[in-house]
C-alpha cells in the first residue's frame, strides 16, 4: 500500500504563486500505465480535477488552470509537484494528490476509479 503526503499548501493573496507536493512512500512509476494527478475540493462544491500526467506522455489540465499551473514528476524522489501561479480567490480549495494506473486509454485521466491511492489532502487560501 503506497501512502501519499502532500504538503506546500497556505494562504496567499490574489495573484500569488504556491508548489504543492506529494511524496510516495513507496514506488509510484514502476508501471508503464502510472497515473499522477492533483484534485481539489471547495467548500460546498464536488471534487474536481486539476492536473495529472501519465505514463504514455499524456497530461491534462483542468481549463480553468491551464497557463496558470504546472504539473511536474520527480521519479527518482517517488515525488510529483504542482507549480500554482497567479493565484485567484476560486482556486482556495483542499488539494488532493493521487496515483494510480490507466485503466481505459479512452477515459479520461481525472476519472477517479483509476486511481487507488490518495493524500490526506493540503489546504490552499488565496485571498482577494
Known amino acids: 500500500r503506497v501512502q501519499l503526503e502532500e504538503s506546500g499548501g497556505g494562504a496567499v493573496p490574489s495573484g500569488g504563486s504556491l508548489r504543492l507536493s506529494c511524496t510516495a512512500s513507496?514506488?509510484?512509476?514502476?508501471?508503464?500505465?502510472?497515473?499522477v494527478g492533483w484534485f481539489r475540493q471547495a467548500p460546498g462544491k464536488g471534487r474536481e480535477g486539476v492536473a495529472a500526467i501519465a505514463g504514455d506522455g499524456r497530461i491534462i489540465y483542468a481549463d480553468y488552470v491551464k497557463g496558470r499551473f504546472t504539473i511536474s514528476q520527480d521519479n527518482a524522489k517517488n515525488m510529483f509537484h504542482l507549480d500554482m501561479t497567479y493565484l485567484k480567490p476560486e482556486d482556495t480549495a483542499v488539494y488532493y494528490c493521487?496515483?494510480?494506473?490507466?485503466?481505459?486509454?479512452?477515459?479520461?485521466?481525472?476519472?477517479?476509479?483509476?486511481?487507488?491511492?490518495w493524500g490526506q489532502g493540503t489546504q490552499v487560501t488565496v485571498s482577494s
Open positions: 493521487a496515483t494510480g494506473e490507466v485503466q481505459r486509454r479512452i477515459w479520461s485521466l481525472f476519472y477517479g476509479a483509476q486511481y487507488n491511492f
Open positions: 513507496g514506488s509510484i512509476y514502476d508501471s508503464e500505465n502510472y497515473l
